[in-house]
């Protein structure tokens, strides 16, 4: 295979590979505190359409990103009253927080779906380029890409290294624990929720602003779906979130190179799009079965609501 080549498919699979990231670090810091929102989807279609509204009419992407992230934080904060004021089912509101936030972006993106926003200059950062072999793929991306590494290494700061992660993990494993001690159970939640949300809002932004400058109907396309199976393949780890969102984002760009190289297949093109899906669905099976892994990492309390006068 032509170096080129190479090149391109490693620099394509970074750029796919930064809102999965970006997204399922959120879920991540959400999932360790216990809680269960599987509106990721919705969230990232709402932070899309804000973040590209108000990128064609302010001219900043940066601006835009920011009320994306805001976006996703107010559609979190929904599910934040539902599953914890509440007590609602986690899961049942988080699915239809997903379903309202497709919905909502669709039609909030009416207007600008005939609009082209203008791409956004990458970032060339000195000395990258000289990293053999994955040096050209790194050198001249998105800023949004190195945005989304520092992202990654202050959650696994915070995470394993600050007083707040771990009493962040401890909400996740043992809420009465923590609420016998003084910490505010329902209050970590939240923000650890807010936190989620503006991360599915900023990784949507990352889609419609910096990644395809347009919006559509659907421009999403199962990415936080994806997000969310990624945290589970990663057991609920930080540096296997990266390694997993690149894994994806390959999928994503093979089948995308496959497609446009000429190449004589004897499978439909329709077979070929839907190969991410495919491998979300097969990493899922084979993971499932390691039950020992997964009990092992999952927060005890994930999914399980929690009254504090109970």
Same mark, same amino acid.
């Given at each position: ?5 190479? +090149?391109?498919m ?5 750029? =796919?590979? +930064? @809102? ?13 505190a216990?809680?269960?929102? #599987? ?19 302010? $001219?900043?992407p940066?601006?835009?990103?920011? /009320?994306?992230?805001?976006? &996703? ?5 929904l ?15 988080? #699915? ?5 936030g497709? $919905?909502?972006? =669709?039609?909030?993106?009416? @207007? ?14 000195p000395?990258?380029?000289?990293? *053999? ?8 991306q ?6 989304? %590494? ?6 696994? %700061? ?5 007083r ?10 043992? *809420?009465?624990? /923590?609420?016998?001690? &003084?910490?505010?159970?329902i ?17 949507g ?15 999403? =396309? $199962?990415?936080? %779906?994806?997000?969310?199976? #990624? ?6 780890? @930080? ?10 984002? &390959? ?18 093109a ?12 097969i990493?899922l099976?084979?993971?499932?079965r390691?039950?020992s ?6 927060p005890?309390?994930?999914?399980? @609501? ?5």
């Amino acid at each position: 295979m032509d170096g080129n080549l190479i +090149t391109a498919m490693l620099f394509a699979t970074v750029v =796919a590979g +930064t @809102p999965l990231i970006i997204t399922a670090l959120g879920l991540l810091v959400n999932e360790k505190a216990g809680v269960l929102n #599987l509106g990721s989807e919705g969230m990232m279609a709402i932070g899309a359409v804000v973040a590209f509204a108000v990128t064609h009419h302010s $001219g900043s992407p940066w601006l835009g990103a920011g /009320a994306g992230m805001l976006a &996703g934080v107010a559609v979190s904060l929904l599910f934040g009253f539902l599953a914890l004021t509440l007590q609602a089912n986690q899961v049942a509101s988080g #699915l239809a927080l997903a379903i309202f936030g497709v $919905g909502l972006s =669709a039609f909030i993106g009416k @207007p600008y779906e005939s609009i082209a926003l203008k791409a956004v200059p990458p970032v060339r950062v000195p000395f990258i380029s000289d990293i *053999p072999v994955i040096g050209e793929a790194l050198y001249n991306q998105q800023a949004m890409v190195y945005l989304s %590494w520092a992202l990654f290494w202050g959650v696994l %700061w915070f995470m394993y290294r600050s007083r707040a992660g771990l009493v962040l993990r401890s909400v996740g494993e043992s *809420p009465a624990s /923590a609420h016998s001690i &003084g910490f505010s159970v329902i209050g970590i939640r939240y923000l650890a929720v807010m936190f989620g949300g503006a991360m599915a809002g900023l990784g949507g932004a990352f889609v419609s602003v910096f990644y395809t400058p347009m919006w559509v109907e659907g421009l999403v =396309a $199962g990415r936080g %779906w994806i997000a969310l199976a #990624l945290v589970v393949f990663a057991t609920w780890r @930080p540096l296997r979130v990266m390694v997993g969102a690149y894994l994806f984002g &390959g999928v994503m760009i093979l089948q995308l190179f496959v497609q446009g190289s000429g190449l004589q297949i004897d499978f439909p093109a329709q077979f070929l799009s839907s190969l991410p899906y495919w491998a979300t669905i097969i990493v899922l099976v084979v993971i499932s079965r390691k039950l020992s892994s997964i009990r092992l990492n999952s927060p005890a309390s994930l999914g399980k @609501p929690y009254r504090p006068d109970a």
